[in-house]
């Protein structure tokens, strides 16, 4: 992600695991201003993941998030 960073318009992390709230702190913490496009689904996501998610400061930029068949709600 170092090298792509000003240019990153879409991530693509569907089947990864994102169980644990630290499991892509290097993408959390990235400066990825011309994100528009995420996609997380089915990585076992929890309400822990996805609040970490929200604390990321170009999560604002973002147009499109996909966040299905993840455990948010359970």
């Known amino acids: ?3 792509a960073q000003p240019r990153l318009a879409a991530l693509n992390l569907t ?3 994102a169980s644990h709230p630290s499991a ?3 993408a959390l913490d990235a400066q990825l201003p011309a ?3 995420l996609a997380m689904a089915h990585c076992g996501m929890t309400k822990e993941s996805v ?3 929200a604390e ?3 999560l604002s930029s973002v147009q499109s998030l ?3 068949q993840n455990a948010i709600g359970s």
């Open 1 to 3: 992600l170092q090298h």
């Open 35 to 37: 994100l528009r496009v």
């Open 24 to 26: 892509f702190d290097a």
């Open 15 to 17: 089947f990864n695991d």
């Open 56 to 58: 990321s400061p170009w």
């Open 51 to 53: 609040a970490a998610l």
């Open 66 to 68: 996909l966040l299905t």
